[in-house]
Protein backbone atom coordinates (compact mmCIF):
# COMPACT_ATOMS: atom_id res chain seq x y z
CA UNK A 1 0.00 0.00 0.00
CA UNK A 2 1.07 3.83 -0.74
CA UNK A 3 2.14 5.22 2.41
CA UNK A 4 3.34 9.42 1.95
CA UNK A 5 3.86 11.47 5.01
CA UNK A 6 4.30 15.48 5.69
CA UNK A 7 6.86 15.87 8.55
CA UNK A 8 7.26 19.31 9.07
CA UNK A 9 9.49 21.11 12.17
CA UNK A 10 7.67 23.20 14.57
CA UNK A 11 10.19 25.92 14.90
CA UNK A 12 7.95 28.49 13.58
CA UNK A 13 5.04 29.47 11.09
CA UNK A 14 3.94 26.47 8.41
CA UNK A 15 5.39 27.92 5.43
CA UNK A 16 3.79 27.23 1.77
CA UNK A 17 6.66 25.99 0.64
CA UNK A 18 6.16 23.08 3.00
CA UNK A 19 1.97 23.41 2.27
CA UNK A 20 2.79 22.20 -1.13
CA UNK A 21 4.83 19.40 -0.27
CA UNK A 22 2.38 18.21 2.00
CA UNK A 23 -0.23 18.84 -1.02
CA UNK A 24 2.04 16.73 -3.22
CA UNK A 25 2.06 13.95 -0.65
CA UNK A 26 -1.33 14.14 0.47
CA UNK A 27 -2.90 14.17 -3.46
CA UNK A 28 -0.06 11.01 -4.13
CA UNK A 29 -1.40 9.18 -1.41
CA UNK A 30 -4.93 9.95 -2.31
CA UNK A 31 -4.85 9.54 -6.07
CA UNK A 32 -3.15 5.75 -5.55
CA UNK A 33 -5.71 4.96 -2.38
CA UNK A 34 -2.68 5.05 -0.16
CA UNK A 35 -2.37 6.46 3.15
CA UNK A 36 -0.93 10.25 4.74
CA UNK A 37 0.92 10.23 7.42
CA UNK A 38 1.52 13.59 9.84
CA UNK A 39 4.59 13.39 11.45
CA UNK A 40 6.08 16.48 13.78
CA UNK A 41 9.56 16.65 13.71
CA UNK A 42 10.56 18.18 16.98
CA UNK A 43 13.53 17.38 18.18
CA UNK A 44 15.29 20.75 18.24
CA UNK A 45 14.24 21.17 21.67
CA UNK A 46 15.80 24.66 22.04
CA UNK A 47 13.83 26.34 18.63
CA UNK A 48 10.68 23.58 18.44
CA UNK A 49 7.28 25.50 20.64
CA UNK A 50 3.75 24.08 21.13
CA UNK A 51 2.43 27.64 19.32
CA UNK A 52 4.61 26.54 16.04
CA UNK A 53 2.88 22.47 16.25
CA UNK A 54 -0.32 24.30 16.39
CA UNK A 55 0.18 26.76 13.97
CA UNK A 56 1.12 23.30 11.75
CA UNK A 57 -1.84 21.73 12.72
CA UNK A 58 -4.06 25.09 12.30
CA UNK A 59 -2.57 25.52 8.96
CA UNK A 60 -3.28 21.62 7.49
CA UNK A 61 -6.89 22.09 8.64
CA UNK A 62 -7.30 25.81 7.05
CA UNK A 63 -5.96 24.15 4.27
CA UNK A 64 -7.99 20.86 4.07
CA UNK A 65 -5.56 18.13 4.12
CA UNK A 66 -6.67 15.66 6.24
CA UNK A 67 -4.59 13.06 7.61
CA UNK A 68 -4.89 8.98 7.92
CA UNK A 69 -1.96 8.96 10.88
CA UNK A 70 -0.57 11.23 13.15
CA UNK A 71 0.35 13.89 14.42
CA UNK A 72 2.92 11.77 15.22
CA UNK A 73 6.08 13.74 17.38
CA UNK A 74 9.79 12.41 17.69
CA UNK A 75 9.80 13.94 21.10
CA UNK A 76 7.86 10.73 22.15
CA UNK A 77 10.11 8.23 20.11
CA UNK A 78 13.17 8.87 22.01
CA UNK A 79 12.84 5.33 23.76
CA UNK A 80 12.53 3.54 19.81
CA UNK A 81 16.05 5.98 18.79
CA UNK A 82 18.32 4.95 21.70
CA UNK A 83 17.08 1.01 21.17
CA UNK A 84 18.29 1.40 16.99
CA UNK A 85 21.21 2.97 18.41
CA UNK A 86 22.38 0.46 20.59
CA UNK A 87 21.35 -1.78 17.36
CA UNK A 88 23.94 -0.11 15.28
CA UNK A 89 26.37 0.00 17.84
CA UNK A 90 26.02 -3.85 18.23
CA UNK A 91 26.56 -4.30 14.60
CA UNK A 92 29.46 -2.47 13.93
CA UNK A 93 27.65 0.01 12.04
CA UNK A 94 28.26 2.81 14.37
CA UNK A 95 30.67 3.91 17.16
CA UNK A 96 31.56 6.15 20.06
CA UNK A 97 33.55 9.55 19.14
CA UNK A 98 34.99 11.17 21.69
CA UNK A 99 36.38 14.67 19.57
CA UNK A 100 35.63 17.54 22.11
CA UNK A 101 34.32 20.60 20.16
CA UNK A 102 37.84 21.92 20.54
CA UNK A 103 39.12 19.55 18.21
CA UNK A 104 36.74 19.45 15.96
CA UNK A 105 36.94 23.24 15.80
CA UNK A 106 40.65 22.81 14.95
CA UNK A 107 40.82 19.97 12.82
CA UNK A 108 37.84 22.30 10.67
CA UNK A 109 40.22 25.32 10.61
CA UNK A 110 43.30 22.92 9.59
CA UNK A 111 41.44 21.73 6.60
CA UNK A 112 39.81 24.72 5.45
CA UNK A 113 43.70 26.48 5.65
CA UNK A 114 44.88 23.54 3.18
CA UNK A 115 41.76 24.51 1.17
CA UNK A 116 40.41 21.27 1.61
CA UNK A 117 36.44 20.39 2.15
CA UNK A 118 35.73 20.15 5.38
CA UNK A 119 34.95 16.43 7.06
CA UNK A 120 35.14 14.54 10.20
CA UNK A 121 38.92 12.50 9.81
CA UNK A 122 37.08 9.38 11.35
CA UNK A 123 39.94 9.00 13.98
CA UNK A 124 37.50 7.35 16.15
CA UNK A 125 36.10 4.90 13.79
CA UNK A 126 37.53 1.24 14.48
CA UNK A 127 39.01 -0.48 12.21
CA UNK A 128 41.19 -3.41 11.78
CA UNK A 129 44.95 -3.30 12.89
CA UNK A 130 44.04 0.76 13.76
CA UNK A 131 44.90 1.56 17.41
CA UNK A 132 41.79 4.04 18.37
CA UNK A 133 43.10 7.24 20.64
CA UNK A 134 42.80 7.02 24.92
CA UNK A 135 39.29 7.18 25.52
CA UNK A 136 39.40 10.94 27.52
CA UNK A 137 37.77 11.27 31.00
CA UNK A 138 35.67 14.52 30.59
CA UNK A 139 34.34 13.75 27.08
CA UNK A 140 30.77 12.43 27.01
CA UNK A 141 30.79 10.80 23.20
CA UNK A 142 28.84 11.07 20.71
CA UNK A 143 27.76 8.28 18.32
CA UNK A 144 28.50 8.29 14.41
CA UNK A 145 27.24 5.88 11.45
CA UNK A 146 30.04 4.16 10.23
CA UNK A 147 29.55 5.11 6.64
CA UNK A 148 30.66 2.96 3.85
CA UNK A 149 34.32 4.23 2.40
CA UNK A 150 34.11 3.12 -1.28
CA UNK A 151 31.10 2.33 -3.73
CA UNK A 152 28.28 5.09 -4.41
CA UNK A 153 25.09 5.70 -3.37
CA UNK A 154 22.52 5.61 -6.65
CA UNK A 155 18.72 6.16 -6.42
CA UNK A 156 15.75 7.34 -9.35
CA UNK A 157 14.54 10.29 -7.82
CA UNK A 158 10.96 10.37 -8.97
CA UNK A 159 10.93 14.16 -9.99
CA UNK A 160 14.87 14.63 -10.38
CA UNK A 161 15.92 11.31 -12.33
CA UNK A 162 19.04 9.20 -11.39
CA UNK A 163 21.09 10.55 -8.84
CA UNK A 164 24.37 9.27 -7.51
CA UNK A 165 26.88 10.56 -4.35
CA UNK A 166 30.21 8.59 -3.79
CA UNK A 167 30.36 7.79 -0.73
CA UNK A 168 34.40 9.50 -0.31
CA UNK A 169 31.74 12.53 -0.19
CA UNK A 170 29.92 11.35 2.50
CA UNK A 171 30.80 12.06 6.51
CA UNK A 172 30.34 9.65 9.58
CA UNK A 173 27.68 11.62 10.61
CA UNK A 174 26.42 11.99 14.35
CA UNK A 175 23.34 9.82 14.86
CA UNK A 176 23.04 10.65 18.53
CA UNK A 177 24.79 13.71 20.51
CA UNK A 178 26.41 13.62 23.67
CA UNK A 179 23.27 13.71 25.90
CA UNK A 180 22.28 11.02 24.14
CA UNK A 181 19.04 12.67 22.10
CA UNK A 182 19.02 11.66 18.30
CA UNK A 183 19.58 13.97 15.15
CA UNK A 184 17.37 14.92 12.43
CA UNK A 185 18.65 11.98 9.54
CA UNK A 186 18.62 9.21 12.08
CA UNK A 187 15.20 9.87 13.37
CA UNK A 188 13.81 10.62 10.03
CA UNK A 189 14.94 6.77 8.74
CA UNK A 190 14.09 5.04 11.79
CA UNK A 191 10.41 7.13 11.47
CA UNK A 192 9.81 6.51 7.87
CA UNK A 193 11.02 2.55 8.48
CA UNK A 194 8.92 1.93 11.40
CA UNK A 195 5.83 4.21 9.78
CA UNK A 196 6.33 2.31 6.43
CA UNK A 197 6.50 4.93 4.69
CA UNK A 198 6.60 4.16 0.57
CA UNK A 199 7.44 7.26 -1.10
CA UNK A 200 9.65 10.32 0.78
CA UNK A 201 8.22 13.23 -1.14
CA UNK A 202 10.27 16.45 0.21
CA UNK A 203 11.73 19.82 -0.91
CA UNK A 204 14.86 19.76 -3.02
CA UNK A 205 16.75 21.00 -0.33
CA UNK A 206 16.89 17.36 1.24
CA UNK A 207 18.82 15.98 -1.67
CA UNK A 208 21.90 16.19 0.13
CA UNK A 209 20.74 14.17 3.13
CA UNK A 210 19.30 11.32 1.07
CA UNK A 211 22.94 9.30 0.77
CA UNK A 212 22.98 9.43 4.31
CA UNK A 213 19.63 8.10 4.75
CA UNK A 214 19.65 5.54 2.43
CA UNK A 215 23.31 3.96 3.94
CA UNK A 216 21.56 3.74 7.60
CA UNK A 217 18.52 2.35 5.88
CA UNK A 218 20.55 -0.36 4.41
CA UNK A 219 22.96 -1.05 7.51
CA UNK A 220 19.42 -1.50 9.58
CA UNK A 221 18.40 -4.13 6.82
CA UNK A 222 14.96 -1.95 5.94
CA UNK A 223 13.53 -1.67 2.43
CA UNK A 224 14.06 1.61 0.80
CA UNK A 225 11.69 4.14 0.14
CA UNK A 226 11.30 5.79 -2.92
CA UNK A 227 12.28 9.30 -3.32
CA UNK A 228 10.95 12.18 -4.68
CA UNK A 229 12.34 16.19 -4.00
CA UNK A 230 10.24 18.83 -5.20
CA UNK A 231 11.94 22.05 -6.95
CA UNK A 232 12.23 25.35 -4.87
CA UNK A 233 9.50 27.78 -4.92
CA UNK A 234 11.05 31.57 -5.66
CA UNK A 235 9.40 35.02 -5.54
CA UNK A 236 9.29 37.63 -8.43
CA UNK A 237 12.05 37.91 -8.27
CA UNK A 238 13.77 35.08 -8.77
CA UNK A 239 14.94 34.96 -4.94
CA UNK A 240 14.23 32.07 -1.86
CA UNK A 241 11.12 32.85 -0.23
CA UNK A 242 11.41 34.64 3.02
CA UNK A 243 9.45 36.02 6.02
CA UNK A 244 10.52 39.52 5.74
CA UNK A 245 10.23 40.10 1.87
CA UNK A 246 7.04 38.04 1.19
CA UNK A 247 4.09 36.64 1.99
CA UNK A 248 4.99 32.82 3.07
CA UNK A 249 3.23 31.83 5.81
CA UNK A 250 0.05 30.10 5.98
CA UNK A 251 -1.50 32.75 8.27
CA UNK A 252 -0.64 35.29 6.31
CA UNK A 253 -2.54 34.50 3.24
CA UNK A 254 -6.01 33.64 5.62
CA UNK A 255 -5.77 37.09 6.74
CA UNK A 256 -5.27 38.49 3.13
CA UNK A 257 -8.76 36.80 2.16
CA UNK A 258 -7.33 33.59 0.64
CA UNK A 259 -9.59 30.88 -0.04
CA UNK A 260 -8.04 27.64 1.10
CA UNK A 261 -8.67 26.12 -1.76
CA UNK A 262 -7.40 28.42 -4.31
CA UNK A 263 -4.03 28.37 -2.38
CA UNK A 264 -3.69 24.95 -3.24
CA UNK A 265 -4.76 25.36 -6.87
CA UNK A 266 -1.87 27.71 -7.10
CA UNK A 267 0.69 25.60 -5.32
CA UNK A 268 -0.23 22.80 -7.15
CA UNK A 269 0.71 24.54 -10.36
CA UNK A 270 4.15 26.17 -9.11
CA UNK A 271 6.21 23.02 -10.67
CA UNK A 272 3.44 20.67 -12.06
CA UNK A 273 0.81 21.09 -15.00
CA UNK A 274 -2.12 19.43 -16.18
CA UNK A 275 -2.14 20.94 -20.19
CA UNK A 276 -3.26 24.61 -20.09
CA UNK A 277 -5.47 24.00 -17.74
CA UNK A 278 -5.39 26.71 -14.29
CA UNK A 279 -8.63 26.91 -12.36
CA UNK A 280 -9.19 23.17 -11.25
CA UNK A 281 -10.81 21.82 -8.07
CA UNK A 282 -9.29 19.43 -5.45
CA UNK A 283 -10.67 16.48 -6.90
CA UNK A 284 -9.84 17.53 -10.09
CA UNK A 285 -6.20 17.84 -9.24
CA UNK A 286 -5.76 14.29 -7.16
CA UNK A 287 -7.46 12.59 -10.09
CA UNK A 288 -4.61 14.07 -12.76
CA UNK A 289 -1.60 14.08 -10.28
CA UNK A 290 1.42 12.12 -11.29
CA UNK A 291 4.75 12.89 -10.09
CA UNK A 292 6.32 12.01 -13.08
CA UNK A 293 4.71 15.59 -14.19
CA UNK A 294 6.45 17.41 -11.73
CA UNK A 295 8.91 20.11 -13.13
CA UNK A 296 12.63 18.99 -11.60
CA UNK A 297 13.33 23.29 -12.17
CA UNK A 298 12.08 26.03 -9.33
CA UNK A 299 9.43 27.80 -9.98
CA UNK A 300 8.59 31.66 -9.13
CA UNK A 301 5.41 32.73 -7.44
CA UNK A 302 3.22 35.42 -9.25
CA UNK A 303 1.58 37.63 -7.14
CA UNK A 304 -0.81 38.88 -9.66
CA UNK A 305 -1.74 35.44 -11.38
CA UNK A 306 -2.31 34.22 -7.88
CA UNK A 307 -4.97 36.92 -6.86
CA UNK A 308 -6.70 36.25 -10.17
CA UNK A 309 -6.90 32.39 -9.19
CA UNK A 310 -8.40 33.26 -5.90
CA UNK A 311 -10.61 35.65 -7.56
CA UNK A 312 -12.25 32.57 -9.60
CA UNK A 313 -12.42 30.41 -6.55
CA UNK A 314 -14.61 33.26 -5.35
CA UNK A 315 -16.87 33.48 -8.14
CA UNK A 316 -17.22 29.35 -8.05
CA UNK A 317 -17.41 29.59 -4.14
CA UNK A 318 -21.12 28.95 -2.47
CA UNK A 319 -22.67 32.32 -1.49
CA UNK A 320 -24.08 30.88 1.55
CA UNK A 321 -20.28 29.89 2.44
CA UNK A 322 -18.48 32.87 1.12
CA UNK A 323 -21.21 34.82 3.94
CA UNK A 324 -19.80 32.99 6.77
CA UNK A 325 -16.49 33.83 6.01
CA UNK A 326 -17.39 37.87 4.94
CA UNK A 327 -19.74 37.83 8.54
CA UNK A 328 -16.77 38.62 11.10
CA UNK A 329 -14.73 40.82 8.71
CA UNK A 330 -17.62 42.96 8.83
CA UNK A 331 -18.57 42.54 12.68
CA UNK A 332 -14.75 43.97 12.81
CA UNK A 333 -15.84 46.93 11.03
CA UNK A 334 -18.69 47.93 13.98
CA UNK A 335 -21.45 46.16 11.42
CA UNK A 336 -23.57 43.74 13.80
CA UNK A 337 -26.86 43.40 11.92
CA UNK A 338 -26.12 42.04 8.66
CA UNK A 339 -29.74 40.64 8.17
CA UNK A 340 -30.93 43.32 5.75
CA UNK A 341 -30.21 42.88 3.19
CA UNK A 342 -29.61 39.34 2.84
CA UNK A 343 -25.51 39.13 3.28
CA UNK A 344 -26.05 36.13 0.46
CA UNK A 345 -27.49 38.37 -1.95
CA UNK A 346 -24.82 40.78 -1.78
CA UNK A 347 -22.20 38.86 -2.39
CA UNK A 348 -23.96 37.21 -5.12
CA UNK A 349 -24.24 40.65 -6.34
CA UNK A 350 -20.48 41.74 -6.27
CA UNK A 351 -18.32 38.60 -6.19
CA UNK A 352 -17.92 39.49 -9.66
CA UNK A 353 -15.67 42.44 -8.52
CA UNK A 354 -13.00 41.32 -5.64
CA UNK A 355 -10.21 39.27 -6.15
CA UNK A 356 -9.71 38.26 -2.08
CA UNK A 357 -12.33 38.43 0.88
CA UNK A 358 -11.53 41.31 2.24
CA UNK A 359 -12.39 43.46 -0.95
CA UNK A 360 -15.59 40.99 -0.76
CA UNK A 361 -16.06 42.44 2.75
CA UNK A 362 -15.73 46.36 1.42
CA UNK A 363 -17.91 45.59 -1.27
CA UNK A 364 -20.62 44.62 1.35
CA UNK A 365 -20.29 47.08 3.95
CA UNK A 366 -21.85 49.96 2.07
CA UNK A 367 -25.14 47.85 1.92
CA UNK A 368 -25.16 48.24 5.89
CA UNK A 369 -23.97 51.31 6.58
CA UNK A 370 -23.39 53.98 4.26
CA UNK A 371 -19.61 55.39 3.42
CA UNK A 372 -18.84 58.85 4.31
CA UNK A 373 -17.84 59.45 0.04
CA UNK A 374 -14.59 60.89 -0.77
CA UNK A 375 -14.57 65.19 -1.15
CA UNK A 376 -13.22 64.09 -4.77
CA UNK A 377 -16.20 62.04 -5.95
CA UNK A 378 -18.30 64.85 -4.08
CA UNK A 379 -16.50 67.73 -5.71
CA UNK A 380 -17.47 66.02 -9.35
CA UNK A 381 -20.68 64.52 -8.70
CA UNK A 382 -22.69 66.80 -6.82
CA UNK A 383 -23.34 70.07 -8.43
CA UNK A 384 -25.33 72.70 -8.16
CA UNK A 385 -29.11 71.57 -8.01
CA UNK A 386 -28.21 68.13 -7.42
CA UNK A 387 -29.80 67.13 -4.32
CA UNK A 388 -32.53 69.14 -5.09
CA UNK A 389 -32.72 66.69 -8.51
CA UNK A 390 -32.09 63.29 -6.70
CA UNK A 391 -35.43 64.68 -4.29
CA UNK A 392 -37.44 64.31 -7.28
CA UNK A 393 -36.08 60.79 -8.39
CA UNK A 394 -36.79 60.22 -4.92
CA UNK A 395 -40.72 60.71 -5.71
CA UNK A 396 -40.36 58.90 -8.50
CA UNK A 397 -38.92 56.15 -6.66
CA UNK A 398 -41.90 56.26 -4.01
CA UNK A 399 -44.15 55.66 -6.94
CA UNK A 400 -43.20 51.96 -7.08
CA UNK A 401 -45.12 49.51 -5.69
CA UNK A 402 -43.43 46.21 -6.87
CA UNK A 403 -39.56 47.03 -5.86
CA UNK A 404 -37.45 45.13 -8.33
CA UNK A 405 -34.23 45.67 -10.72
CA UNK A 406 -36.35 46.32 -13.83
CA UNK A 407 -38.74 48.75 -12.22
CA UNK A 408 -36.03 50.82 -10.65
CA UNK A 409 -34.46 50.61 -14.14
CA UNK A 410 -37.37 51.61 -15.96
CA UNK A 411 -37.47 55.03 -15.04
CA UNK A 412 -34.04 56.03 -15.66
CA UNK A 413 -34.35 57.08 -18.73
CA UNK A 414 -37.94 58.45 -18.99
CA UNK A 415 -36.20 60.42 -15.83
CA UNK A 416 -32.93 62.09 -17.68
CA UNK A 417 -35.21 63.05 -20.98
CA UNK A 418 -37.05 64.67 -18.75
CA UNK A 419 -34.47 66.86 -16.78
CA UNK A 420 -32.00 66.87 -19.54
CA UNK A 421 -28.90 64.76 -18.76
CA UNK A 422 -27.39 62.02 -19.25
CA UNK A 423 -27.49 58.70 -17.37
CA UNK A 424 -24.18 59.22 -15.75
CA UNK A 425 -25.72 62.17 -14.40
CA UNK A 426 -28.26 60.44 -12.12
CA UNK A 427 -26.34 57.06 -11.71
CA UNK A 428 -23.32 58.79 -10.14
CA UNK A 429 -24.98 61.30 -8.11
CA UNK A 430 -27.42 58.26 -6.87
CA UNK A 431 -24.37 56.36 -5.73
CA UNK A 432 -22.43 59.00 -3.72
CA UNK A 433 -25.78 59.83 -1.99
CA UNK A 434 -27.23 56.41 -0.91
CA UNK A 435 -23.87 54.34 -0.86
CA UNK A 436 -21.16 56.92 -0.01
CA UNK A 437 -18.62 55.84 -2.65
CA UNK A 438 -19.08 55.82 -7.03
CA UNK A 439 -17.24 51.83 -6.99
CA UNK A 440 -20.68 50.12 -6.76
CA UNK A 441 -22.42 47.59 -9.40
CA UNK A 442 -25.04 48.24 -11.63
CA UNK A 443 -26.88 50.98 -9.51
CA UNK A 444 -30.73 49.77 -10.02
CA UNK A 445 -29.62 46.63 -8.69
CA UNK A 446 -27.60 47.95 -5.62
CA UNK A 447 -30.73 49.96 -4.85
CA UNK A 448 -33.36 46.85 -5.43
CA UNK A 449 -31.34 44.84 -2.86
CA UNK A 450 -30.74 47.92 -0.53
CA UNK A 451 -34.82 47.94 -0.46
CA UNK A 452 -36.59 50.65 -0.99
CA UNK A 453 -37.52 51.93 3.04
CA UNK A 454 -33.82 52.11 3.29
CA UNK A 455 -33.30 54.14 -0.17
CA UNK A 456 -35.47 56.79 0.23
CA UNK A 457 -33.91 57.16 3.79
CA UNK A 458 -30.75 57.77 2.62
CA UNK A 459 -32.09 60.20 0.33
CA UNK A 460 -33.59 62.09 2.73
CA UNK A 461 -30.85 62.17 5.36
CA UNK A 462 -27.87 62.95 2.87
CA UNK A 463 -26.63 66.26 4.06
CA UNK A 464 -23.81 66.96 1.28
Not at 197 to 217: A, F, M, S, Y
Request: hydrophobic fraction near 40%.
Amino acid sequence: MIKTRFAPSPTGFLHIGGVRTALFSWAYARKNKGQFVLRIEDTDLERSTPESVQAILDGMHWVGLDYDEGPFYQTQRFDRYAAVVQQLLDAGHAYYCYCSKEELEELRQEQEARGEHTHYDRRWRPEAGKTLPQIPEDVQPVVRFKNPLDGSVKWHDLVKGDIEFANTELDDIIIARADGSPTYNFCVVVDDWDMGITQVIRGDDHVNNTPKQINILKALGAPLPEYAHLPMILNENGQKMSKRRDAVSVVDYETQGILPEALLNYLARLGWGHGDDEFFSIEQFIQWFDLKDVSPSASRFNHEKFLWLNAQHIKAADNKRLASLVAPKLQAKGIEHIDQPVLEEVIALVKERVQDLNQLALECDYFYQKRVPLEADVQKHIQEGTKERMQRFAQELLQISDWQTEHIHALFKPFCEKEGIKMGQLGMPLRVLVCGTTQTPSVDAVLALLGKDEVLKRLNEATI
